[in-house]
């Protein structure tokens, strides 16, 4: 069965943590997504990665960055957390031909 | 770049109703086209996805969508509603050259009173 795991289901952090989102997929997928998803607003890319170490900005990249040192992981990074980043966070993977299968989300608060 | 719109945000139907969320995009080629269901406290699953061929598409649990390339359509349908529906429902939309962005509206919360 295909799988995507994101490291934690829920993290409550600081203002100005550094805090760090982690996914990995067991499927051998080239491409890799970060999304954040709220209310009213549906699910919108923060950023993706079509191979290793290669990183695109999505549409609401500002505060985020990520790492992808291995195929089968992709790290989301706020490097100074506020609290307008609280969110719920879904990573999802897909190879080229394939619909996007995703992670079961981590609910961030940044209090 | 493309563009979802999904008109509906909430939904609330009685169990056995028919059901029609629609789904409207913007994209200036060929796309491929998807509809995810979250239902409460659960990851996104797909319901169905157009590639090409048939546009009338049949996916799981009794759904199905019409992509009609004319009206730049997507519409999720199913003929009798249960309570177990009850869940968000997101169009999506990919455009198939290169290495193209997913793109999602902005979801239909559903609403199924037994």
């Known amino acids: 069965d295909v799988k995507v795991t994101q490291s934690s289901r829920y993290l409550v952090k600081r203002t100005g943590e550094k805090v760090f989102l982690e996914c990995v997929q067991d499927?051998?997928?080239?491409?890799m997504f970060w999304y954040r998803q709220d209310p009213g607003l549906g699910l919108r890319l923060i950023y993706f990665s079509y191979d290793v170490k290669m990183k695109e900005k999505g549409d609401i990249p500002e505060g985020y960055s990520v790492s992808r040192e291995k195929k089968e992981r992709f790290s989301l990074i706020l490097e100074s957390a506020s609290t307008n980043q609280t969110s719920m966070y879904l990573c999802a993977s897909r190879s080229v031909n394939t619909e996007a299968f995703f992670g079961q989300g981590t609910r961030l608060t940044v209090v | 770049a493309q563009s979802v719109s999904q008109h509906n945000h909430h939904v609330i139907l009685s169990e056995a109703a028919s059901l029609e969320l629609g789904c409207n995009y913007s994209?200036?080629?060929?796309?491929?086209l998807f509809w995810y269901v979250q239902y409460p406290g659960q990851h996104l699953q797909l319901l169905l996805k157009y590639f090409s061929g048939d546009p009338l598409v049949k996916g799981i649990k009794g759904f199905e969508a019409e992509f009609i390339k004319s009206k730049f359509s997507f519409n999720l349908r199913k003929p009798s509603v249960q309570w177990s529906d009850t869940a968000e429902y997101f169009c999506a939309v990919r455009g198939d050259t290169g290495f193209q962005k997913l793109v999602f509206g902005t979801g239909t919360r559903l609403l199924v009173s037994p």
């Open positions: 994209y200036g080629g060929t796309v491929n």
């Open positions: 499927m051998d997928h080239e491409n």
